[in-house]
């Protein structure tokens, strides 16, 4: 079965510090994967997803930006974390893009 | 205007009340799925649909493509469906949610 891991599942990181946020997904081959971001108070926000091995595509112009080093890898990254950062994160996968998707556990991101 | 708007914002109900949440879109459509989010912030997909009307236990999900709207329904509704109900247009366009507590 198909299982997706995401870690850390919360993080505290000085103002200017660098992010590496890591989703990986098991059991299934080539998928679509996905960063979301859900802001407190707010609904979900697509980040980046991607739809092949070093494919992303970027959704909203931002402090962020993320990799695809292989293909059941999706790397979340910043090379300096602003106030405005923080949130919770989510990776998620799914077969194509109008099917069923599945989430990670999420990732809560605060920036001091 | 959001792509994506839910109504309502906030539900509170009795154990045992019929729930509608209601979901209207402004973007095209191939699929628009319900999900759940609990409070721990994990979320679980409920239903994909893109036509009709779909059951799972005492959760419906209906869509009417022509009018851009979709409602999930719970009936007979448990504390454990408290819960934050997320409307979302493929994976790129998401509602702000519905939080749902159910009162025993």
């Known amino acids: 079965s198909q299982t997706i891991h995401q870690w850390p599942a919360t993080l505290v990181q000085p103002v200017g510090s660098p992010l590496s946020l890591e989703c990986t997904v098991e059991?299934?081959?080539?998928?679509?994967l996905y960063w979301y971001r859900q802001a407190a108070g707010r609904g979900l926000q697509l980040l980046f997803y991607?739809?092949?091995?070093?494919?992303i595509s970027s959704e909203v112009p931002q402090n962020l930006s993320a990799s695809r080093p292989q293909d059941r890898q999706f790397i979340l990254s910043s090379k300096k974390l602003l106030l405005s950062d923080s949130g919770f994160y989510l990776c998620?996968?799914?077969?194509?893009?109008?099917?069923?998707?599945?989430f990670g556990q999420g990732t809560r991101l605060t920036v001091v | 205007k959001n792509e994506v708007e839910q109504s309502p914002q906030n539900l509170t109900a009795q154990e045992g009340e019929f729930i509608t949440i209601n979901c209207s879109y402004s973007?095209?459509?191939?699929?628009l799925h319900w999900l759940q989010q609990h409070p721990g912030g994990g979320i679980v997909s409920l239903f994909m649909?893109?036509?009709g009307k779909k059951k799972h236990g005492r959760l419906i999900a209906t869509i009417n493509i022509q009018e851009k709207h979709s409602s999930l329904h719970i009936t007979a509704s448990h504390p454990r469906d408290s819960a934050v109900y997320i409307c979302?247009?493929?994976?790129?366009?998401f509602g702000t949610g519905t939080s749902l507590t159910v009162i025993p």
């Open positions: 059991g299934t081959s080539n998928p679509n």
């Open positions: 649909l893109s036509s």
């Open positions: 991607s739809v092949g091995i070093g494919q």
């Open positions: 998620a996968w799914s077969e194509a893009v109008n099917t069923e998707a599945f």
């Open positions: 979302a247009v493929s994976q790129f366009y």
């Open positions: 973007v095209g459509i191939s699929a």
